[in-house]
């Protein structure tokens, strides 16, 4: 087995699920050893926050808020005193640019005016056309309590199959016709939460965020201030975080885990959790027999990874808030290629960014072609900022769109083992997968964190109540088993 240490815990990843489950697990065992190891060269993972000389605060490449009613993830900010801001200053309306028209966004109903829509459909926002499909599809939607979910999702059918063996764009096209459901996707900006997210899950998801006490707020100093405040304080408790520690495959030894990394080097550990997104752990699992239990394979079909694109633009002033039609609230929808659009200013005279084109899943494509293998936070080419410009006047018509003074682009995906986000496939069940990633094989001490299998998709939140449920298992802490 080697004549090194003996880890108690290795945990693979360190973004904020695998530092939070680090820091307590040296909190709460401080006579255990602990190492992280990560194999990029910075703390994080898929929070990226990066400081632009001159602007107020840092662009986020990665994720950029968290809500209130985020109660794990809360107490964590609010333990560790983080200082935080409204991620919306501005706290004016919505604004989208649809079909040459410019509209109030998802909740106006003059939006879809550019719609060839039904009599039906007509004059009906893209917020009640999805709420009523939502109904027509589980009835009663809106007033299930998220612990009556797993039930419903057991055993509520639409047209004859389960609900779970629907995805969402599917249902929906049962429902809307091609032009208000494509409306719909428009309006709310995001391709892969509309369309092949399990209908099961993903109408509880949308459902669910409609507390309005609720509020959006980030760091001041970025969204990676988290996971980097959790690992300072890991290795204040003594424990180690190694970057730049490629693991390609696990075994076991004599019961031990065996980590061997990219550098032909190898540690052992008596428990390893792999907090990383889906294709690192698909990677993993192709590269390593012990994961070959059917319960491995079940976990990775369970769910898909999206890629997404992130395109910031720096200016010296904010000019999208000058003219008659100019947008007064943070963010703006559009069918162009540019999807989303947020407004980050707060006087009218200083330097301000803008995310200028915020894409997933398929609308993600023509910017990846246009930006030419350009990411990673490098300055947009000219064929893609060219784009985005054209696009930027016609969603400001009348401003005086300048030259950027710097930008970035961001496309999660375009490393292999790294993805967007991550939401239920059609046909899995997302209540049972939840619980197996705690612990895939119960004759392998190995397991499984993140936002992936989790109740909270593409959110931290996500990743660190799976994080708290596995630190559960491995401290003896008992408690009820569900889908959290």
């Known amino acids: 087995m080697g004549s090194g240490t003996t880890l108690d815990v290795a945990i693979v990843g360190a973004g904020a699920a695998g530092a939070y489950l680090a820091d307590r697990l040296a909190g709460a065992r401080p006579e255990w050893t602990v190492t992280v190891f ?33 109660q794990r993830l809360q107490s964590i900010v609010a333990e560790l005193r983080i200082s935080t801001r ?61 612990g009556e979910w797993p039930r419903t999702r057991a055993t509520v059918a639409y047209l004859g199959r389960p609900i779970t063996d629907w995805s ?39 459902l ?28 204040e408790r003594g424990g180690t975080i190694e970057l730049g520690k490629d693991v390609r495959r696990v075994a076991m030894d004599d019961g ?33 027999p012990i994961l070959g239990a059917p319960a491995w394979r079940r976990l990775l079909g369970s769910v898909e990874g999206f890629p997404a694109t992130k395109l910031y633009c720096w200016y010296d002033r904010p000019w999208w808030r000058t003219g008659p039609e100019a947008p007064t609230g943070i963010r703006s929808t559009t069918d162009l290629s540019s999807r989303m659009l947020f407004y980050f200013d707060e006087d009218r005279d200083a330097p301000a960014a803008m995310l200028a084109a915020f894409n997933d899943h398929r609308r993600a ?42 930008s970035a682009f961001m496309h999660w995906g375009s490393d292999p083992r790294e993805i967007a986000w991550t939401f239920w496939r059609a046909g899995s069940s997302s209540d049972e997968a939840i619980v197996t990633a705690r612990q895939p094989d119960p004759d392998v001490p190995i397991h499984v ?20 449920a596995v630190g559960d298992l491995l401290l003896g802490v008992h408690g009820p088993q569900h889908a959290e």
């Open 449 to 468: 964190c993140g936002e992936t299998f989790s109740r909270a998709q593409a959110w931290v939140e996500g990743a660190i109540a799976t994080a708290h």
């Open 168 to 206: 969402l764009e599917d249902a929906l096209a049962t429902v809307r016709s091609t032009e208000g459901h494509r409306f719909i996707a428009d309006a709310f900006g995001y391709d892969s939460g509309f369309n092949p997210h399990n209908a099961g899950d993903a109408i509880q998801y949308l």
């Open 256 to 288: 031990v885990v065996r980590l061997e990394f990219a550098d032909g080097s190898a540690i052992w550990a008596h428990r390893l959790v792999l907090a990383i997104p889906i294709p690192a752990l698909a990677a993993l699992v192709d590269t390593s």
């Open 208 to 235: 669910g965020g409609n507390d309005p006490s609720t509020e959006a707020r980030v760091p001041i100093d970025g969204m990676d201030r988290i996971p980097r405040a959790l690992a300072a304080r890991f290795e």
């Open 365 to 406: 494509e023509p910017l990846v072609a246009l930006a030419g293998g350009f990411s990673d936070g490098a300055a947009a080419p000219g064929p893609l900022l060219d784009e985005i410009t054209h696009n930027l006047r016609a969603i400001h018509p009348g401003a005086d769109v300048p030259t950027p003074s710097g």
């Open 38 to 70: 990560e194999r990029s060269s910075r703390i994080g993972g898929r929070l990226r926050s990066v400081q632009i000389d001159g602007l107020a605060h840092p662009i986020e490449l990665g994720g950029m808020r968290y809500l209130t009613s985020h």
């Open 86 to 146: 409204p991620f919306d200053s501005q706290a004016g309306p919505e604004r989208s640019f649809l079909r040459g028209r410019i509209g109030g966004g998802s909740s106006d109903p003059m939006a879809g005016a550019g719609y060839d829509l039904p009599e039906e459909e007509r004059g009906r926002s893209a917020v009640d056309l999805t709420v009523d499909a939502f109904e027509r599809i589980v009835p009663g939607a809106r007033d299930i309590a998220p």
